[in-house]
Structures are given as C-alpha cells and as structure tokens.
C-alpha cells in the first residue's frame, strides 16, 4: 500500500500482517509517500501536525515529549534548541545576561541579581 506522507505501512499484505496506514508517532516523519518506517526528528525539534517533517525549536526553547516547544523556566537558557529541558544558569549570571557592575548573583538557577553591598 502507497502511504500518505506522515503515514507508514509496515505490512506484507499477507495475513496476518495486513496492508495498512498508521501515523507516525510524536517526534517521527515520513516525508515521502509509501514509506515502510518514519523517521524519528532530530533533538530539539518536533514533528508537525501532519507528521511529514520536523519544526525545529528557537533558542530559548526546548521539545517537550516530541510533541511540542516549550519556553524556558526562568532561571534556565537553551542557547540552542534542546530536547526535554533547559540547562540551569549558573552562579553570576541570569537568563541570558551578564550582572552589571555593581550587583551579583550567587544563587544557581536564579532569575534575578542582588545589589552589593556598600564597601
């Protein structure tokens, strides 16, 4: 059987393995018509709605489960697309910034800096 893109048939057509369609699971493609198997989607990226390519995730986001993109939690930054999670700021800096003259930061994972103390 010729499958749609985003659907695989992995059947011989002899029983008990009839000719059959089935979607690709989340995080899988077929880009192309008649295909025996889809295609799992690189880290960082989701398959689309109709299961025929990958959208890939901004920075700043990660792929949750496959099935979609995900802003960041304050205090953690994907600098790059990222698959399940973000990857926590370390002490000294916040989102995606450097503290300023006169301030800091000294806490992992926060999401804002302190002012020094005078002295």
């Known amino acids: 059987v010729a499958c749609p893109v985003g659907q695989f048939s992995n059947g011989t057509g002899l029983a008990p393995f009839p000719d059959k369609c089935y979607s690709c699971a989340a995080g899988q493609y077929a880009s192309s018509t008649g295909s025996s ?3 799992a989607c690189s880290t960082g990226r989701k398959s689309n709605e109709q ?3 990958c959208d890939t995730c ?3 986001e990660y792929s949750y489960l496959d099935l979609e993109c ?3 939690d304050e205090g953690k930054y994907a600098p790059v697309p990222l698959a399940d ?3 926590t700021c370390i ?3 916040y989102v995606n910034t450097v503290n300023a ?3 800091y930061q ?3 994972g926060s999401t804002a800096c302190s002012s020094c103390d005078i002295g």
């Open 58 to 60: 901004e920075a700043g």
């Open 85 to 87: 999670d973000c990857l």
């Open 37 to 39: 198997q889809c295609l």
């Open 106 to 108: 000294s806490v992992t």
């Open 101 to 103: 003259s006169g301030i």
């Open 51 to 53: 299961r025929d390519s």
């Open 70 to 72: 995900r802003k960041c």
């Open 91 to 93: 002490a000294g800096f």
